[in-house]
């Protein structure tokens, strides 16, 4: 195979899945060598190996004492040495048993019980938002209704005021879309280099806000995440200050992109099949396998990276301490071994053994509160609008973390509000 097979390039990413690229690496390096090129404005990095099939991404995701969270952080890109032990404090960043810790004071207030309580208001919001497009006829689904779905989910589980919510998306922005230049205002350091939006200088307002909000929550407590989290005690243990500042940011940055991009990019999928979109609509009890199936074919996180904590060997191929290892969700979903024949669409797949929550001790803690948000908002929009169709192609995200759909021109035939005669 060639020597430039590519699959770090966050510009690869707004093509689309690189399913041939994928399937060559899977089928013949399974364990393969990346450059990290220069992109744009930022520099070259040491490179990494990316892991591409479903057994060896589960092994790794699996096995946080040869795969460290810690070491590196989580993203592709290095962190910055000096920033290395602030962002550490992170949930996501942490190995066992550390991890542990903060995981079971989190899990034992974010419960199902907990999220349930929040359906009713999802269900509204969806209800309102498609409302505003339907006598319309077309739009372009990102922009007039899913960013702003998954935004104000999040803030009202989270309890943050209706007026600080354009500031949250502003954030988000900064973080996750710095590949995009839709997106990304690069800010520079004095050395004139590009300064990684995850670094605390980047996020002193951020975590301020935090502060202010969980001291709010303290004061006067309010039937939300924010206060169980600031005034929770497992096993004798509370969240501390800095935890909680973490945490709201994490939880910020990890449960916004992802599910504003699951909505459109299944839908993507979905409409691009128009069998299996008839199916559905006419069996409605398909939706929950429909989603599934949807968040395998459109991954809304696309790598994770560990770090090896010694010299290990997956798939034939020694890897060396202290060497990056990236795993990529997309490669895996579509996985031959795993998955019989994976490039059909099919909405009532079972088993539906998708990565795109991850797997092992990192494994996603919103999925519950991701999955009631995307059934609920294609029950509104798939029967509220059943002839809706593709106007155009989708405009995808500049990513190599984050599968965006910016733009998704849509169309429609107007539906009759329920009631009218
Ligand atoms: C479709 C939507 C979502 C997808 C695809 C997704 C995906 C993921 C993935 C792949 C991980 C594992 C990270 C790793 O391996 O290091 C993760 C972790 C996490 N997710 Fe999600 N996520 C979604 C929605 C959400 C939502 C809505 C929330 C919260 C409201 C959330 C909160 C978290 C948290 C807190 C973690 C870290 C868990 C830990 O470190 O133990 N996610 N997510």
């Given at each position: 195979m060639s020597t430039t097979v590519n699959v770090f390039d966050p510009r690869i990413y707004a093509q689309g899945i690189p399913h041939e690229t994928y399937r060559l690496l899977r089928d013949h390096h399974p364990v393969r060598w990346q450059e990290e090129h220069e992109v744009g404005d930022w520099p070259a990095g040491p490179g990494f190996w990316a892991v591409t099939r479903h057994a060896d991404v589960v092994r790794v995701l699996r096995s946080p004492s040869e795969f460290?969270?810690?070491?590196?952080?989580?993203?592709?890109r290095d962190p910055d040495p000096a920033d290395l032990s602030f962002i550490r404090r992170m949930m996501l960043n942490l190995d066992p048993p550390d991890h542990g810790r903060l995981r079971r004071i989190v899990s034992g207030v974010f419960t199902p019980r907990r999220v349930e309580r929040f359906a009713a208001g999802i269900a509204t919001r969806a209800r309102l938002l498609i409302d505003e497009i339907a006598e319309r006829g077309e739009c372009d689904l990102p922009v007039?209704?899913?960013?702003?779905y998954p935004i104000h989910n999040l803030a009202d589980l989270l309890g943050?005021?209706?007026?600080?919510r354009g500031q949250i998306l502003e954030w988000t922005n900064r973080v996750i879309g710095y590949q995009d230049p839709d997106h990304a205002t690069v800010e520079r350091g004095p050395d004139g280099r590009p300064v990684n939006p995850r670094s605390p200088a980047m996020l002193k307002d951020m975590f301020e806000y935090a502060h202010a909000l969980a001291a709010r929550k303290r004061r006067e407590p309010a039937d939300d995440l924010m206060t169980a989290l600031a005034t929770a005690e497992v096993d004798g243990q509370r969240l501390t200050d800095p935890e909680l500042s973490m945490f709201f940011f994490l939880l910020v940055i990890a449960g916004n992109d992802t599910v504003r991009s699951a909505l459109p990019g299944g839908l993507v999928a979905l409409l691009g099949h128009p069998g299996q979109h008839r199916r559905l609509l006419d069996d409605p009890e398909l939706l929950d396998t429909a989603v599934e199936e949807m968040l395998r074919w459109?991954?809304?996180?696309?790598s994770f990276r560990r770090t090896a904590v010694r010299d290990v060997v997956l798939a034939e191929q020694p890897i060396a301490a202290g060497e990056k290892v990236v795993v990529f969700h997309g490669a895996a979903n579509f996985d031959e071994r795993r998955f019989p024949d994976p490039m059909r669409f099919d909405i009532a797949r079972r088993p539906n053994d998708h990565v795109s929550f991850g797997d092992g001790p990192h494994v996603c803690l919103g999925a519950r509160f991701a999955r009631l948000q995307l059934r609920t908002f294609y029950r509104e929009l798939l029967w509220r609008l059943p002839d809706m169709r593709l106007a155009g192609p989708p405009e995808r995200l500049v990513s190599n973390f984050i599968g965006g759909v910016k733009h998704l021109p849509l169309r429609y035939t107007p539906a009759p509000r329920l009631g009218a005669a």
């Open positions: 460290s969270s810690w070491l590196g952080a989580t993203q592709i007039d209704v899913t960013d702003d943050i005021p209706l007026t600080d459109h991954p809304p996180v696309l």
